[in-house]
C-alpha cells in the first residue's frame, strides 16, 4: 500500500509545482472604477498597452510551462530529484492575471461609456 501512495503523493505535488498555459491562467478582478476618468481615446491607449503586455506575458507563461513539461518528462525518467528544482523558476501568472483583470476593467469602462461601438 505504501508503495502506491508515495509515488501517487510526489506526483500530485510535483505536477502542482509545474507553470500552468496563459489560457488557463484566470483574470484578476480589477476595479472598471480605476478607468471611468478616463476618455476613450485614453482607453484605447490603455487597452493597447495592455494587450501588448498580456501577450509578451502569455508568451513567457507558455515558455515556462513548455519548460516545465520538458523538465517533468526528462526527471521522471532520468533523475527524479532535479524534479524538486522546477518550483524555483519564477512564473508569470500572477502578474498575467492582473494584466487580464485590467484589460476587462478597461473593456467594461469603454462599454459603460459607448468607446466600442
Not at 508568451?59 to 524534479?83: R, S, T
Not at 492575471?97 to 473593456?107: E, F, L, T
Request: glycine residues 6%; neutral net charge.
Amino acid at each position: 500500500m505504501k508503495k502506491l501512495i508515495f509515488p501517487a503523493l510526489v506526483g500530485s505535488l510535483l505536477t502542482s509545482a509545474c507553470a500552468q498555459k496563459a489560457e488557463k491562467v484566470t483574470a484578476a478582478y480589477v476595479p472598471t472604477t480605476l478607468y471611468s476618468g478616463e476618455s476613450c481615446k485614453d482607453l484605447r491607449l490603455e487597452q493597447a498597452r495592455v494587450v501588448a503586455q498580456v501577450n509578451h506575458l502569455a508568451g513567457e507563461q507558455d515558455k515556462k510551462a513548455q519548460n516545465d513539461a520538458v523538465a517533468m518528462g526528462v526527471g521522471l525518467v532520468v533523475f527524479w530529484p532535479a524534479l524538486f528544482l522546477m518550483a524555483a523558476d519564477k512564473d508569470e501568472s500572477s502578474q498575467l492575471a492582473q494584466m487580464k483583470g485590467q484589460y476587462d476593467a478597461i473593456q467594461a469602462a469603454g462599454a459603460q461609456k459607448g468607446c466600442w461601438t
